[in-house]
Each structure stands twice: as structure tokens, then as C-alpha cells.
């Protein structure tokens, strides 16, 4: 579709997956809505022959992209994904052992069991999204589900296990997607100095709060996808603007524009308002500036001198009115959109941070940004360069406004760390008071600072070794030393903790990193252990499709999802019942069977919620250590009746049993 708005090649690859996830997603929740099991080959053909079609009747047209003015260097983008690869495959893959590793934390458990209800059920919408999709009487709600689906896609696409479709569509946005997508907007930032663009790979994964950090926090997965395509976003809407002032296509662009905001809405929603913060400081600029924007061009500096000479005082106060009144307008749609009842339950979300100005001013400008939340580490080094890409930013009349953007983010994570609420929430509200989100958008908010510092640093460095100024075209061996000089910044940032003989371990940001990341996905250290997978992979053979019920603070929350066993409990929750929302019924069931199953031979009322949901088995699984997290979620005082269930108890009878964990069937429920 890209190709068919004659946008060069390298630009189309980077901005492709924006587009494509926006149509799958409008055709799943079609295909729901039409109440049609939904296939991979149904949701991607119409895909391609839509863009195929696209792309044929528009080639004709002319366009600037074509002849070379804004074509992105193939160079620069093999750079891009061989570091965006490399890296991830050496400080993340390395430390989840498997491609199937888990994380055994609570919000992974909706994950994985999200994506097997995809699966079972063929709805790919975010619209009446749960795990618990396969069972009539659910409440359901709207929840983004766009990252789910594309899990679900590639499980069917391959064949995989769910927890490894999850590593890899993980891998994929975070380490190809992330990347990319950040060339293509600092190709616009960095319009008319295309020689920032190669410093610009030592900075797209040199945070550790983003993405490294989203793929175990939480872990907030769709998060970390909305945020990968965030660059995109914000890269369509300049291309939009700069279409309407040339008059090529511009309801096309638009058009693309408004498809990537319902990407960026259904992976996650506040990649939707990261985008518009970081876009709202461009918008004044070119308000103020009247459209006279690029970096390194004389040609354009001179005529923004020369408007600024000729121009009356008038022109200049029309222009400060009217950048006035586009910031009250954003303000007033960020007010209407904070009290819209849909996003009630994420912009009245509190966390329980709370710590004082000067420490967490100092985070902020060691880039440890969640330090009082999380156990992470300052970057002192990379600090070193946001600050002076701050300053270099500040003096450029033309990239003024990124300072500003990255200034509006740690104002947010400045007033979500230190204020009560409500005030953290209307300062935070849009990424539900989460410091990791917040620090997440920082990060990425600082990459072209530290781009920009890094490419004026090798500036410097090329004149002094190469007596070659930053008009003049590089030489080959000065290429090869901006190559040397990337890479060494890359090895040296992600350096793993090491020893010194006099002083003992020194940690490392990305050493600290690798420790966590071993720590929550190691094989020894799972909800599930081995030999329980083996034994409900046994039991599968016996209870089919038939409902099982098991106390989901021993692990078993996550074990329709990871291992396709038909389970009652898929969350790390209390069986809890709303008497205000009568339509739930399966809670009420849920809640009569986990309090009473040790009496479904004597209470009708057990039984008969029982049939309600088909309940045919019991699976008891033991305790252990690494259950810590569910059990915490789930009090064994909800689940009394459940967990006093034994091969003894009436109207159930004993099908298998292995080194203390059991199968039991329901027999006191009639068919």
C-alpha cells in the first residue's frame, strides 16, 4: 500500500507493519462481528490483495520519494536490523535459555490465555476479549487485543507453542519492528542531515526501561508492541501534514494516518497519547515556524532569517496565537478523553509510588527513571549524552522541539513519582500511573537526543583524524571509523556486570538485566514444573475438551493457556462474584464451585453450577515455591470447597494419580 503511495522501498519496509496489523485487526473484528470463525489465510489474503490492487492502480502517479530526495539508504537500514537482531539475540535470548521459556507473573497468565482463546474460538477482536471466551455467561468488555492476535496468527502460522509465539512476536516487535520504526522517524527528524541517521542505531536499545524492560515487567507485552509501532504513527502523521502543505495525496496519507491509530489503539492505547505527546511539541514548531523545518540546511536556515527579517510583527504574533490556541485544543481533547468512561478503569488506575523531588530528580537524570519502583540501574554514560543532546537540541532552532517532547515526558514521570492522587493521575493517567510506562516513553523521547549527541561527538572526531568538515562528504575510511565508533558504543553500553580485582563485581545496567531476565524465565523457577506438565499433558488424553476445575494459585492459571487443558480458573484472582452485573454468570458459577465442590454430592446449588459450565474433572497439582505469585492472587480461603476435594470425598471418583498429583472425576453430576 506504502509502494502505492510511491513511498520508497526502505521507507515502505519500515512502516509496513503499522498498516498491516490495522487491517488485520478491522477484519477480525468484522469476521466477529459477523460471527465467522476467523483463519489466518481469511484475515492475511485480503490483506495482500487489497495492497496488491493498491498498488497497481497507483503506480502511474509521481512522487517525490521515486526520483531519490527522500529514499531511506538500504545501508543504514541492514545497520538497523543486524544491531536490532544482534542485540536482542545477545542479552535476551540468551538469558530465557528456550524459545518456549516462561514468566511466571500474573499478567502473563491473561496472556497466554488470551491467545488459546483466540485460538479455540476463531475470534481475533478486541471488542469481547477474555480468557474465558470459550464459556457462554462471560462478562466480557473491551480489552486490546491486537498483540494477542498476532500470537494467535503465529501459532497457526507455524505450529508453535503459545509461550513461544509469545517470545518470538516479542522478539519480533521489540528487536526488527522497534528498530526500524525509529530510522523511519528520525529520517523525518533528521530530514536534511541524513549522516545523524547511523548514530542513531547505538541509541534505539540503549534503554534499559525501554523495550528491554517491558518484556519482563508486568509483563506488559501489548504495551511493548503498541510502543514498537508508536515511530510509525508519528512518522505518518508528519508525512500527512507535509502532504496537505504540497497538495500529493493527501487524504491518502490521512487516511494512512487514521489506519495506525487504531494499530496504536488496539495494541495499546497509550501508545496512541505517547504518540500525540511527542508529536505536540513538532505541531508548535511548525505552527511557529510556518513549515520552514531541517537540520543541517543553509538554504532553509536562510529563508527562516529572511521571513524573520521581512516578516511584520503581526505574522509573529498571529503565529504565537495560534500555537496557543492548538495547545488548548490539545488540552481540551486530553480532558474530554480522560473523563471518557471507556478509559475510566485506566486513567483512575493508582499505583503506590511515591517518593520525594530530589531522588527521583536524580533518576531522571541518571536515566533510572522506576528506580524507587524496580530494582534497575543507572546509565550514567548513556545520561551523559541524553544531557548533552539536550543542550545541543536546545540551540538548534530546528530540533528545539525534541527537547521539549523529552521534557514533557519526564515531567510525567517527575509528577507520577512524587504526587498524591489524583494529581499522579492527571499527570499519568493515559499509562495508568505505571512508572515503567511512563519511563518507557522517556526513554524512547530521548533517543534522538543521543543520536544527535553522538553523531556532533564523531563530527568532531572525524575533523580532528580526517581534517574533514560536516559539509564535506565522508571518505571510506572515515566510514569505517563511524562503524568502529557504533559498535564500540553498542558493546560498551550493553556490557555485562564484570569483576575488579581490587574492588570486587560491578554491576551493570544490562548485566542487571540479564540477571533479572534469568531469574523470572529460568526453566528451575516455573508455576508449572516439568513433571507436572508431563502429568497434565497425561491427563489431556483422558479429559479432552471436558472442563477441569483446579485451584489456580498451584500454577494451573496458566495451564489452558500454555498447555491447552480445558480449565474453569484462568486468572490469578479470587473467585469473586459483582451482584450488580447479573449477566456474569460464569463468575457466580465460578464462585459457588471454588467455596463448595466438596459438597456437590449433597448441595443442588453446586451441581447445578457445575452443569452450568460442564465441569467433568479435578486436577490437583501440589505447591511450590515458585506458586508464590498466583497463590498470593488467589486466597485459599476462596477456594476452600475446591482445594478440600480428595480421591475420598463423595461424588468424585480417582482416574489417575503420579507422585501426588491427581486426576479426579466429577461423578455426581448427571450428564
Request: with cysteine; aromatic share 12%; charged share 15%.
Amino acid at each position: 500500500m506504502l509502494r502505492g503511495l510511491h513511498v520508497g522501498l526502505g521507507k515502505s519496509l519500515c512502516a509496513a507493519p503499522i498498516l498491516t496489523l490495522s487491517l488485520i485487526a478491522i477484519l477480525g473484528e468484522l469476521y466477529a462481528v459477523a460471527g465467522i470463525y476467523c483463519t489466518p489465510m481469511m484475515l492475511l489474503a485480503p490483506i495482500y490483495v487489497v495492497a496488491l490492487v493498491f498498488f497497481l492502480v497507483r503506480r502511474g502517479y509521481q512522487s517525490d520519494e521515486e526520483d531519490g530526495s527522500g529514499k531511506l539508504p538500504i545501508p543504514c537500514i541492514a545497520l538497523f536490523f543486524v544491531v536490532g537482531v544482534g542485540v536482542g539475540w545477545w542479552v535476551f535470548l540468551r538469558s530465557i535459555q528456550i524459545p518456549s521459556a516462561t514468566i511466571g507473573q500474573t499478567d502473563a497468565i491473561h496472556h497466554y490465555n488470551a491467545i488459546r482463546s483466540i485460538l479455540d474460538t476463531g475470534r481475533y477482536t478486541s471488542i469481547k476479549a477474555n480468557a474465558y471466551a470459550t464459556f457462554a455467561g462471560t462478562a466480557s468488555a473491551f480489552y486490546p487485543s491486537l498483540w494477542h492476535e498476532c500470537c494467535a496468527l503465529s501459532v497457526s502460522l507455524f505450529d508453535i507453542y503459545v509461550a513461544t509465539s509469545a517470545n518470538l512476536v516479542n522478539f519480533m516487535f521489540a528487536f526488527e519492528v522497534f528498530p526500524l520504526a525509529m530510522l523511519l522517524l528520525l529520517s523525518e527528524v533528521f530530514r536534511n542531515n541524513k549522516k545523524i541517521l547511523p548514530f542513531a542505531a547505538c541509541a534505539v536499545l540503549a534503554f534499559q526501561s525501554y523495550p528491554w524492560g517491558m518484556l519482563y515487567w508486568g509483563p506488559i507485552w501489548p504495551n511493548l508492541a503498541g510502543f514498537a509501532t508508536m515511530p510509525i504513527g508519528a512518522w505518518l502523521f508528519m508525512k500527512a501534514v507535509e502532504a496537505f502543505r504540497s497538495g500529493k495525496q493527501p487524504l491518502l496519507f490521512t487516511l494512512a494516518f487514521l489506519l495506525s491509530c487504531a494499530s496504536l489503539f488496539l495494541l495499546h492505547s497509550n501508545a496512541l497519547f505517547t504518540c500525540v505527546y511527542f508529536l505536540v511539541p513538532w505541531c508548535v514548531h511548525e505552527i511557529w515556524s510556518g513549515g520552514t523545518r531541517g537540520i543541517g540546511s543553509q538554504d532553509i536556515s536562510r529563508q527562516g532569517k529572511h521571513l524573520r527579517r521581512s516578516g511584520s510583527e503581526g505574522h509573529g504574533i498571529g503565529r504565537a496565537a495560534a500555537s496557543v490556541l492548538f495547545i488548548l485544543f490539545v488540552i481540551l481533547i486530553l480532558v474530554a478523553l480522560y473523563n471518557l468512561p471507556l478509559l475510566k478503569g485506566i486513567v483512575t488506575f493508582y499505583w503506590g509510588l511515591e517518593v520525594d523531588p530530589a531522588t527521583e530528580l536524580v533518576n531522571i537524570l541518571t536515566l533510572d527513571y522506576v528506580g524507587d519502583f524496580y530494582p534497575t540501574t543507572m546509565q550514567l554514560i548513556l545520561a551523559v549524552f541524553v544531557a548533552a543532546g539536550y543542550i545541543l537540541a536546545l540551540r538548534n532552532r530546528d530540533l528545539r522541539w525534541t527537547a521539549v517532547s523529552y521534557t514533557i515526558a519526564v515531567m510525567v514521570c517527575f509528577g507520577d513519582a512524587v504526587l498524591p492522587a489524583p494529581w499522579k493521575n492527571y499527570f499519568a493517567g493515559f499509562w495508568y500511573t505505571d512508572p515503567f510506562r511512563v519511563a518507557s516513553m522517556a526513554s524512547i523521547f530521548a533517543m534522538p537526543l543521543v543520536a544527535y549527541a553522538l553523531a556532533s561527538l564523531f563530527g568532531c572526531l572525524r575533523k580532528k583524524l580526517f581534517h574533514q568538515d560536516k559539509m564535506s562528504q565522508p571518505s571510506m575510511a572515515s566510514k569505517a571509523c563511524a562503524l568502529l565508533f557504533i559498535m564500540a558504543f553498542i558493546a560498551l553500553n550493553h556490557v555485562s556486570s564484570f569483576m575488579l580485582p581490587a574492588i570486587g563485581e560491578v554491576d551493570t545496567p544490562f548485566g542487571k538485566y540479564r540477571e533479572t531476565c534469568r531469574r523470572l524465565y529460568d526453566l528451575e523457577n516455573q508455576s508449572l514444573t516439568a513433571s507436572e506438565r508431563v502429568f497434565i499433558d497425561k491427563a489431556k488424553e483422558t479429559v479432552g475438551d471436558s472442563v477441569v476445575l483446579s485451584y489456580p494459585g498451584n500454577g494451573t492459571a496458566a495451564a489452558y493457556g500454555l498447555d491447552g487443558i480445558n480449565t474453569l480458573y484462568r486468572e490469578a484472582g479470587g473467585a469473586t462474584y459483582d451482584e450488580t452485573n447479573e449477566n456474569d454468570t460464569l463468575a457466580y458459577d465460578q464462585m459457588v464451585i471454588a467455596s463448595g465442590a466438596d459438597e456437590v454430592a449433597t448441595d443442588a446449588t453446586v451441581r447445578a453450577a457445575m452443569q452450568d459450565v460442564g465441569a467433568k474433572y479435578v486436577l490437583i497439582l501440589s505447591m511450590s515455591d515458585a506458586d508464590y505469585e498466583y497463590e498470593r492472587f488467589s486466597p485459599e480461603s476462596t477456594y476452600a470447597g475446591l482445594l478440600a476435594v480428595n480421591e475420598e470425598t463423595p461424588g468424585y471418583r480417582l482416574v489417575m494419580e503420579e507422585g501426588g498429583m491427581k486426576l479426579l472425576e466429577i461423578t455426581a453430576v448427571e450428564e
